[in-house]
C-alpha cells in the first residue's frame, strides 16, 4: 500500500524557520558535558530530524516512522550501538532525495554531500566512539534541510532556553512581564507596541522555562517555552504592514496559558484568572489590524500575566 499523504506542509515563504528546523540546528550545536547526555542527544537529533521531515510535502509518512522507531531503538541499546543510528540517517537521505527538486542545484548539492557524511558513519561499534563522524553527518543532513526552506542558519530564530525549575526565577521574571505591561499600555506608535508585545512573548517563553513543575516533562516545558519564542521571533523581525502578526501574539499567548493549566491545581487562586485569560485571548481579532486591536492585546497580556503573578506568588510560598 503506497505511503498516505504528508500530514504537514512546509512553512510559508515568511516563516523560513520552522521550530523544528530550529530545534534541530540547536540540538546539533550543543556540546555535551557527560556520556549520557551525548547519547540523550543523538536520540534528541534523530526524532528532531524526523519532525523536520514530517513538515515537508511529498516526505515519505511510513519512513517518517520508520526513523522515530529507530530512535526509540537507538534510545533503548545497550551499548548505544551506530546500527539504529546509521539505519535512520539512511532513511532520512532517502526521504530527502524524495522531496528535492531535480532543480533546485543548491539542495541537491547538499544532499551529496551529507550522503558522502553519512556513509562515514560506521554502523559497527559504538555511536559515542565517532563523534566527529557524527556531528558531521547531522550538520550536512541539517544544510539540506535549510537549503530545502531556503533559508539560511543565519536567518533561523534563537529559541535557546535553559529550563531551570526555580520559584525566585519564575516570581522575578514574572515581575519583569508586569514592567513590560505597563510600558505596553503607555506605549505611543505602531512600532513600538509591536517591539513591546515581542519583548513579552519573549518574557512569557522566559517564565516557562523556569516554572517549577511535576505535571511536565523538561522536553514539553523547552518545546512550550520554545514556541512561544518563535512567535516573539516572528512578531520581533515582522513588517509593520503583516497581517499576521495578531496571530503571532495570539498563538504565543494561548501556549503559555496551555501551560499554565497544565502547573496549577484545581481550585487554586490562579484558575479564575486563567478562565478570564482565555476569554481576554480569544477576543483578539487575528482578521484585523494589529494598529485596531491594540486595547484587545494589552487587556490580555495584563490578564495573562495577572494569573502567572498569582501562580508564582502562590509557588513561591510553598
Not at 541499546?77 to 539512511?90: C, V
Not at 520581533?236 to 496571530?247: G, H, N, P
Amino acid at each position: 500500500m503506497a505511503d498516505p499523504a504528508p500530514i504537514a506542509q512546509a512553512a510559508p515563504p515568511d516563516d523560513r524557520a520552522p521550530l523544528a528546523l530550529a530545534r534541530l540546528v540547536q540540538v546539533i550545536e550543543q556540546e555535551p558535558r557527560a556520556r549520557d547526555e551525548a547519547h540523550a542527544r543523538i536520540v534528541s537529533i534523530v526524532r528532531n530530524l524526523a519532525d523536520v521531515l514530517a513538515g515537508m510535502p511529498g516526505a515519505s509518512v511510513g519512513r517518517i516512522e520508520r526513523i522515530r522507531t529507530l530512535a526509540s531503538d537507538l534510545e533503548t541499546s545497550e551499548p548505544a550501538g551506530a546500527g539504529p543510528l546509521r539505519k535512520a540517517l539512511d532513511e532520512v537521505l532517502a526521504t530527502l532525495a524524495m522531496v528535492v527538486a531535480d532543480d533546485d542545484d543548491v539542495a541537491r548539492s547538499e544532499l551529496s554531500e551529507a550522503k558522502t557524511a553519512v556513509a562515514r558513519v560506521s554502523p559497527d561499534g559504538p555511536v559515542l566512539a565517532q563523534p566527529d563522524t557524527t556531528r558531521v553527518a547531522f550538520s550536512a543532513i541539517a544544510d539540506t534541510m535549510i537549503a530545502l526552506y531556503g533559508a539560511e542558519r543565519a536567518s533561523l530564530p534563537d529559541i535557546a532556553l535553559e529550563i531551570r525549575r526555580d520559584p525566585q526565577l519564575f516570581s522575578e521574571r514574572t515581575e519583569q512581564l508586569s514592567v513590560q505591561v505597563t510600558l505596553l499600555a503607555s506605549s505611543t506608535g505602531w512600532s513600538s507596541a509591536q517591539r513591546i508585545s515581542a519583548d513579552v512573548l519573549d518574557l512569557l517563553a522566559l517564565a516557562v522555562a523556569s516554572a517549577p513543575t511535576r505535571t511536565m516533562s523538561i522536553d514539553e516545558q523547552t518545546v512550550r517555552a520554545q514556541r512561544i519564542r518563535l512567535e516573539a521571533h516572528r512578531l520581533r523581525r515582522a513588517s509593520t504592514l503583516s497581517f499576521r502578526r495578531l496571530d503571532w501574539m495570539q498563538q504565543g499567548l494561548e501556549v503559555a496559558l496551555a501551560t499554565l493549566e497544565t502547573l496549577i491545581e484545581p481550585g487554586a487562586p490562579a484558575h479564575a484568572l486563567v478562565v478570564d485569560a482565555r476569554a481576554a485571548v480569544a477576543a483578539i481579532d487575528t482578521t484585523r489590524s494589529f494598529e485596531f486591536q491594540r486595547a484587545a492585546v494589552q487587556n490580555a497580556v495584563r490578564v495573562v500575566t495577572d494569573a502567572l503573578r498569582v501562580h508564582a506568588t502562590r509557588v513561591a510560598s510553598r
